[in-house]
């Protein structure tokens, strides 16, 4: 699910309650979660946007890897999509929204996720995504607020695609650099999401539109119990962010999450404005953000970076100081 205005417009609307909802849009957990039966429940989410890269084949992977993102996430197996499609048919021809389901479809095959329908409107601004639904074990949900003292926090795709992405139009990012963001931003969250699952971790969320520190205070901050300390030297970031961070090539976006959580960030040393745009920068399709006990923490990491997710990186840890905050160390 996609964080924004509709949080606002939904906020003081009640809904009748209901004990088979595990996870709802009221928690700000990354999927909606209903349970079945006492052993399987529904994942649900949903996510589309405008194209962040040129190549509509590229984009329609990069939606389809966001969308799925926020089911692995909650630890769930997704299993079935449908496509959500805004086209402008009079500005575009139909072979680059052929492509682009051409790459959403190749991402949906590669996750073993079934199309089952979809819906297009006339559009003025191209627009693509998925809505996908997956199963879930209710005692096996993975929720981003119950981190434990102690245990490590793990990051598992570096940050700064919002940057690059910004960078992109003024011709300022080198080619090599392109292919290694996209390269991240087609990357299925799965492979991450099922080591976890194997190894049992507190709680996980995905890195998305609210940035690093964003979601790290989805995970502290909501109920409060623990802090989160992070590391800013040891966080992966994508070569040339640093650049063009300093340079001022920012999405609005990251100045809009930093002025929503900036009051629950502690500095231990004062960082660079530019730094702390680098850990509000919006992301797309990022990583999973995990915390798991210090004594699994080592070997899921080494499992992980095994089998290809090889940005993976301890980047803090959960202390009982500091309740409902993250520190920068
Ligand atoms: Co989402
Ligand atoms: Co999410």
Redesign the pocket.
Known sequence: ???GVLDKALCGLIQRENPNLIAGFDKA???GIYKLTDDLAIVQ?LDFFTPIVDDPYLFGQIAVANAL??VY?MGGKPLVAMNIVGFPIKKLDVSVLREMLKGGMKKMEEAEVTLVGGHSVEDPELKYGISVTGVIHPDKVIS?ASAKIGDKVILTKPIGTGIINTALKPELVAPEIIDKVTESMITLNRKASEIMQEFGVNAC?????FGLLG?ACEMVVEDARVGMVIYPDKIPIFPETENFAKMGIVPAGAYRNKMFRIGFIEQQSKMSDWMMDILFDPQTSGGLLICVSPEKADTMLQEMKKSGIENTTIIGEIVKESKGKIILQ
């Open positions: 699910m996609a964080p957990e990354d999927a989410t993102s926020d996430a981003n969320t995905d890195v998305t539109g979601h």
